[in-house]
């Protein structure tokens, strides 16, 4: 019950809340990837994001949190974004033989928003460098979204 009204305490000092999903390409040989996000804005140009991804054809997962500085201008919203996450490396089930293939990550980036359908669904292409271990990436991307 707690759980709940902290959710709910979060949710009434929300300013935007966004939910959508995006396809792109990485470097590094690591290919296609895919991948959903959750968005929540707490002051002013500022958002807290929780976003996930796989690779097309490859058992490995990323989750990270980030950060997000942006500010909207009409309807395209410019931003840069820093985060830390969760690499699962190359096998699809987490076991104690595959513990030692997660690594942590750090990751830079920018992008663009802008709406299509106003103030519902919305577009987003963002290029983000990933330092996971010794090999650092990049990942381009576009994804649609809601926001409410």
Do not use: C, W
Not at 10 to 38: C, K, M, P, Q, W
Not at 115 to 130: E, G, N, T, V, Y
């Amino acid at each position: 019950m707690k759980r709940f009204f902290v959710l709910l305490f979060l949710v009434a000092l929300a300013r935007a809340f966004d939910l959508g999903g995006f396809i792109g390409e990485a470097s590094n040989e690591r290919g296609a990837t895919y991948g959903v996000f959750a968005s929540i804005s707490l002051f002013p140009f500022t958002r807290i994001e929780v976003e996930g991804a796989k690779f097309f054809g490859r058992g490995e997962k990323q989750i990270s949190l980030n950060g997000e500085l942006g500010m909207g201008l009409g309807g395209v919203h410019p931003y840069f974004s820093v985060g830390v996450g969760v690499d699962s490396g190359p096998r699809q089930e987490l076991s104690p033989k595959s513990l030692s293939s997660i690594s942590f990550f750090t990751t830079a980036g920018a992008g663009v928003k802008f709406s299509i359908a106003p103030m519902l669904l919305k577009m987003r292409i963002d290029i983000r460098r990933f330092s996971v271990g010794e090999k650092p990436y990049y990942r381009a991307y576009v994804g649609l979204f809601f926001s409410i």
